[in-house]
């Protein structure tokens, strides 16, 4: 009488239905991320006739400012004008092609404006960009 040989048993992970699954994966995370909306300071900007998008927001650094002269930079409150050249020179050397959006209240003093310019000068972020509104 022979001895048959039981057969083996397969030790492979069945991968047949890994492309639902990440699929799902994939739609859970898309639906439940919220993207950070950059908050600033309360203003109202000025309008323009003609406006011009930036072409890709990887290499920008937002500064508000609101008619009582407070100043933000990418969302933190600034306590004088000194801070702006503390904070931006590093971002510049570390990355030469940053663009500075400005985006100042259309009720602000044109001072506070000039301030924050001179203090980009001496950071050396030489590339600035004025928001403002579409519209007259």
Known sequence: MAIKKKSKVSTEIPTASMPDIVFMLLLFFMVTTVFRQSTGLEIELPSAKKIEKLEAKKNVVSIWANADKDVSIDDKLIDRMGDINLIMAPKVTEN?????????????????????????????????????????
């Open 96 to 136: 030469s092609r940053i663009i500075v959006s400005m985006k100042i209240d259309k009720a602000a003093d044109m001072g506070l404006v000039t301030d924050i310019q001179q203090e980009l000068r001496k950071s050396n972020a030489l590339r600035v960009n004025y928001t403002a509104k579409y519209g007259d």
